[in-house]
């Protein structure tokens, strides 16, 4: 049995992988650091099947895609320079307007600040690899500091965590999933939404223990 | 976005192995200083740019709270706005923070070209974009062809010269194409050939006690809108407010007058606001002149005796009665343009009444039709009769703006480029049927539509690379469809924009372009109100992403480029002549050379000198301050003879201004001109005017006259004629794509918000069997869109209205109805309206009735 401090370890991994699924593609160096491997491996060994699943039809995909293929799906649903398919910003999804910077990206700035980081790219702060390398980071540290056994700070950082995941992060993720796969027929990121969304049901399910 | 390190995609706990919490991976975040809680607690501040969401080019500032901008006012320091701006100054909000704005530079992966066919860009890098513009320009070098590039310039600031004349003339091509044309040259026409301004002009409206509005809508567009706004009310009160349009404005519904023309009749109705003035004897006698012997001679239809009347300020009063107004009674006007004699009758007494203090307010309706030219001088001539020049109440020309100007080129240019940028344009500007003539010199000015022909044809070469910006000329040109066809035919275009549009669907690299008014260091100059102005635009928040400024960081990046390519001209000219004027250091990067150029040309106004205006004293003030005011212009600065002046330059006679040095009503500064062009083509001036599609033949030619509207489509097969109006929510076409467009599109008159109406009378709605709300199909002569039908009874049986700005079939999720199927949102007017020019200006034509369409239910 993993102990709380190994599971919370998985949990960050899974965090970072999902994220790095949200950056411009790199097909060999996705292989080479076996990146879909590692996700159908993280997700297994945390019970999450159903991302597990998803994440197993990525490895397959990624091996019959081209580089540019998976290039230009992922530019024409993330980055444009039309219509974005699936805007990968928070913001779009939790504002009126759908416009960006707006009262949501504010809250996700704050909370980026107050645990200590500040933005290291040029990206609107709520893009989508941005929160997840953010959720990445609070797992992280809450690891640590339980591994340290300061259970006041790892605390801290698991509210964090749930105040970023119900408030900020978990409420667009069904819509954005949603757009990648009315948007697309690719297998990479079609079933790259499947696992996001079900990895992020399973962690709000944490943060949200049903009673 | 990339992966900065492979250790991301490391996992922190390998498989089997026993947790040891390590230190994180971050790839997108560092560890930071700042003081936790900041965010959402700290005070906002307010910062000055300007706006340049339509060309009033207001000074104004943004609040900017946690760097993000919240807010918009004017700049509490404009003689211009009085610290208020239009709708358009809040909606850029919407612009800036847009989601499908180019992030990054892209390239184009399917060679394959057209509408509806997926360019499949991806990500690149800077360099990658760069090394490869700077590979397909030297290769034109290379080959001996430098003319075959071609730069399209859209909106544009005053730092327009660097990558307008400096990349293009060192490079060696005649080829910069400004958007001008499609803007009002045809406006500028009617003053040049009257008072010798090729210009736009001010307007003393809090003077005025007569403002007649002409083909234009002042509280929407036409250079002075948040002062319009402001005044309109004021104006209503203490001046009488008369509005010439086809249809019912934001103007014109306030107005005490409203003149509801059949389009393109304009000439006829000014000539009969003429006639009433003259005939009964109410023109302004301190400018025009008068009888010698006191009696009033001209009487309807009679020759009137040129040596019986002395002028004072203007020339050719008589001659232009003999040849043109004589005729033109209110009643013959009232059978022309629809629009009741005694109307015009009590407009033109209304005006004599306040005359002076009358300004005509003339805008591009008035102007920017096929045969507009005459009608522009026709409608600018009532300014010259009430003697509303230059004087109290009227219109004014600017204060001057003390800049300085872009040094010269010419030791940077090889003989190559010497040579080649001489060569004949792809505007095919100053040819037979183009004598384009701004500032009186035949091909003096753009005839940007047809660049398109220039393209097609190959006429006189064919263009290999192209590089645009903000601007999207195969949405925004009538006949927007021969450009998407000329587009399919360039091998390689850069397109240097915030939004893709219509024509980055055939770009081949896009680069993304930083905001005006929020992320561009640049400045500005307008008028309004007797004071000119000059405004910067600043960087007030940081932008998302990695936007250039086009004018400045692109010849820049081109020139580092270059060099590399053996070729420093180009960033050699930018380093050496715009060297901080503080410190006279040489830029070394795309920044630092922006914020010397600005303050190159900027700094009379802040470095001590005496210029006038606002007393600013220093760079960092003028940053804090935003901008500078001009003294207030003076009046009467060109009566006693001074529309024109003659000047010698290297032993060259030019005139500048009028050829008489008076304001002409009959123009001898358009008889040269025409007389010009016509020698160089060997012909006469008739034989110019025939091929120019106008009637007019002898004395005709060089006097403001009628000339009957020009359509396409006989009103047999295409009923209504079309009027094409702007919308007060359009920033310079690019507003489509936010919410709040569609949400306020209401405060347009007639129209609906979330909808692309075409405004119809319920007259002609009955006829067709039409309800309000219908689905439409709209064809012209050359093309068909679809929209929906409003039944109002703002336009007259007959017409039929709709704003320009919506129907993009490529642009963001809310602009586009559906991008991969190339679906547009609403219909757009440049479908409907055929390619055309009025050619003696160069002017794109959209105005006065020029196209005929039929309705149909859908």
Known sequence: MPTVVEKKLRQSDCFKLLAACFYEPDREMFLQERLCDNLVSLFSSCGYVPA??????????LSELSDDELKVEYARLFVGPFELVAPPYGSVYLEEKKRLMGDSTVAVQKMYQEAGLSLDVKEAPDHIALELEFMHYLCLAESEAGAKRQRKEAQRLNKMQTEFMTRLLGPWIPPFCENIRQGTDNGFYLNLADCLEGFIQEIILLHHPVS | MKIKRRDFLKLSVAAGAAATVG??????????TKKAGSIGELPGEWKASTCQGCTTWCPVEVFVQDGRAVKVRGNPHSKQNDGYVCPRGHMSLQQVYDPDRVKMPMKRTNP???????????????DEAF?????????????GEPEKYLLMRGR???MRDLIYDGVTKIFGSPNNISHSAICAEAENFGAMFTEGMWGYRDYDISNSKYLLVWGCDPVSSNRMIPAAISRLGDVLDNATVAVVDPKLNNTAAKAQEWLPLLPGTDGAVALAIAHVLLTEGLWYKEFVGDFKDGENLFKAGAIVDETAFAEKESHGVVKWWNIAVKDMTPAKAAEISQVPADQIIRVARGMAKAAPNVAVWMGPGAAMQVRGAYSAMAVNALNGLVGGVDNVGGTLPSNKVPVKKMPSLSAYQDELAKKHSKLKKIDQRGSKAFPALKEGKPGG???????ATGILDADPYDIKVVVGYMNNFAFSCSGAERWEKAMEKIPFFVHITTNAAEMTQYADIVLPGAISKYEKLCWVKQKQNRYAQCTLLQPVVEPMWEAINDETEFPWMLGEK???RGFPNLIDFLKKEFKDPETGKEATNSKEFTEYAVKYY??????????????????????????????????????GGKFGKDEEKDGKKTTKGTVSHKFEFYSETLKKALGKHAEKHKTTVDDILATCNYTAKGELAFVPHYEPPFRYGSVQEYPFTFIDYKSRLNREGRSQNSPWYYEFKHCDPGDVGHQDSLQINPVDAGKLGLKDGDAIRVTSVVGSIECTAHLWEGVRPGTVAKAFGQGHWAYGRTASKDYAKAVPRGGNNNTLMPFDTERLSGGNVRNGGFTGVKIERV
């Open chain 2, 23 to 32: 230190k994180p991976t971050l790839n997108a975040f560092a560890a930071t």
């Open chain 2, 156 to 158: 544009y600031t005053y």
């Open chain 2, 562 to 564: 270059f060099a590399e």
């Open chain 2, 131 to 143: 090394s490869t513009i700077a590979d397909k320009m030297m290769e034109l070098r290379k080959a």
């Open chain 2, 445 to 451: 000015g753009v005839v940007t539509n047809n660049t």
């Open chain 2, 602 to 639: 900027t700094q009379d106004m802040w470095n001590g000198k005496d210029v006038g205006g606002d007393k600013i004293n220093g760079w960092a003030e003028f940053k804090k301050r935003g901008m500078w005011n001009s003294d207030p212009q003076p009046y009467k600065t060109r009566w």
């Open chain 2, 112 to 126: 394959k070209k057209g509408r509806g066919i997926d360019p499949k860009f991806v990500p690149v890098s800077w």
């Open chain 1, 52 to 61: 597990a699943e998803a994440a197993r039809t990525m490895l397959v995909a």
